[in-house]
């Protein structure tokens, strides 16, 4: 047994979080694509059979109230807030993270011109998920504002009085580089601005602390880290202090004070109801709302712990087995700026994931040479970790 190997049976012998493996449904697949589509909690299927037979094929529309069907975007919300350190009452379940995006930049702006004329420019991560550029860019376009791509380094030194709305990556999709949200939530608000951020890469992996630091609205998808399933709905995070100011430039009639009183005029409701637009999509909110049984007793500190060690492991591990110089790791070596994915550069690397897939490695490839492994601790063991880096040794070699 090499010395790798043995290391791997020793951590995975003294993981405080090893149990939690069995509530998913796993094979000897060493799964570390969980940053792309988490795993499916064990209890889903048998959830989403009485969903279905039950509260939708027997009692149907009486489902609405007799299952709790109306109140699931915010009863799920608050199961989502202790995940990214948030008080219940402020998040809303639906809706795309797209579209979520979109709501909250466009009343990012709106609630900075309550400031006073002048704020015309949104900046935006330039090294964000392609996506986030695109909504930023039609927000721009629909308020009148400029739109400005920064990198997240950059912010501090270009925030101006014209700035209304700065929308960040907590995590880089790519590198799997952790930015520094406390510390550029608090330069947005010297500026005067309003702080928007995506949690897409960090919620359920990390602690985010968005009460702690003051952040005004987030927004994060939940199949990711948090297992909801493909397609799973997004989340709106509005501060409590901003409710009744947060004006969506997509108004609902589920986001109405009185949804069933059909009125001409929009008057919206308050709390985090506000966020909502349409009808709740139930199926995928009420499946991601058994896998979210999965965190029940569990501290999102140890899970960054185990995040931390296993992603320290996986480069003690690659240094050992792969060949020097064959593959350049892409993400940070300080613990403050990792999160919880390994990047690694590499010759070939479309080619190279293909086989490591074909070998029982899952991870993923994004162009043109990166080869992206994501480590959620609630499945991922250390010795799914030291397995890993041989197998890419082999494949290298």
């Known amino acids: 047994m090499s010395e ?7 951590l995975d012998a003294a993981d405080e979080l090893a149990a ?32 279905v037979r039950r509260q939708w094929g027997s009692l ?9 069907w109306w109140t699931a975007p915010e009863r799920i919300g608050d199961r989502i807030a202790p995940l990214v350190g948030a008080a219940p ?5 639906g809706d795309s993270t797209s579209v979520n995006v979109f709501k909250a930049l466009v009343a990012a702006v709106r609630l900075a011109a309550e400031g006073g004329p002048g704020r015309d420019e949104i900046l935006v991560d330039a090294t964000t998920f392609p996506t986030d550029g695109y909504i930023a ?32 990556n907590h995590v880089d999709y790519r590198t799997g580089r952790l930015h520094d949200l406390p510390g550029l939530t608090a330069a947005v608000h010297a500026a005067g601005a309003v702080a928007v951020w995506d949690l897409c890469h960090s919620a359920g992996a990390l602690p985010v602390g968005l009460d702690e630091h003051g952040v005004d609205l987030a927004v994060g998808c939940t199949y990711k880290y948090l297992n909801g399933g ?5 989340y709106l995070y509005v501060r409590r202090d901003l409710q009744d100011r947060f004006d969506s430039p997509l108004p609902g009639w589920n986001s109405h004070a009185e949804p069933f009183g059909m009125r001409t005029e929009y008057t919206p409701a308050t709390g985090a109801p506000r966020g909502r637009v349409g009808t ?12 979210l049984e999965v965190w029940d007793g569990i501290s999102i500190d140890a899970v960054r712990a185990k ?19 064959a593959v350049e790791s892409l993400s940070p070596k300080a613990h403050a700026e990792r999160g919880s994915q390994v990047a690694l550069r590499c010759p070939d690397a479309g080619d190279v994931m293909k086989r490591l897939i074909e070998n029982g490695v899952v991870g993923d490839f994004r162009p043109p040479d990166v080869l992206r492994f994501g480590f959620t601790p609630l499945y991922v063991g250390f010795a799914d970790v030291e397995r890993a880096a041989r197998v890419l040794a082999e494949t290298l070699a």
């Not at 094979?27 to 988490?38: C, E, F, I, P, W």
């Not at 149907?60 to 709790?68: F, P, T, V």
């Not at 199926?283 to 058994?290: D, R």
């Open 307 to 325: 995040s931390l060690a296993l992603t320290d492991f996986f480069l003690e591990c690659v240094a050992a087995h792969v060949p020097e110089g």
């Open 230 to 234: 493909p397609g799973a709905p997004a």
């Open 89 to 93: 009452g402020q998040i809303v379940v």
């Open 60 to 68: 149907r529309i009486r489902s609405w109230e007799e299952s709790g």
């Open 280 to 291: 709740p999509d139930i199926l995928s909110m009420l499946a991601l709302e058994a896998a």
């Open 4 to 10: 790798t190997s043995s290391r791997a049976r020793e």
């Open 137 to 168: 860019g039609s927000a721009a376009r629909m308020t009148g504002c400029t739109l400005r791509p920064v990198t997240p380094a950059e912010v501090p030194g270009v925030l101006t009085g014209r700035t209304a709305a700065v929308l960040l």
């Open 20 to 51: 939690v493996r069995a509530k998913f449904v796993l094979d000897s697949v060493v799964y570390l694509d969980g940053n792309s589509l988490g795993a499916l909690p064990a209890a889903v299927p048998g959830r989403m059979e009485d969903v």
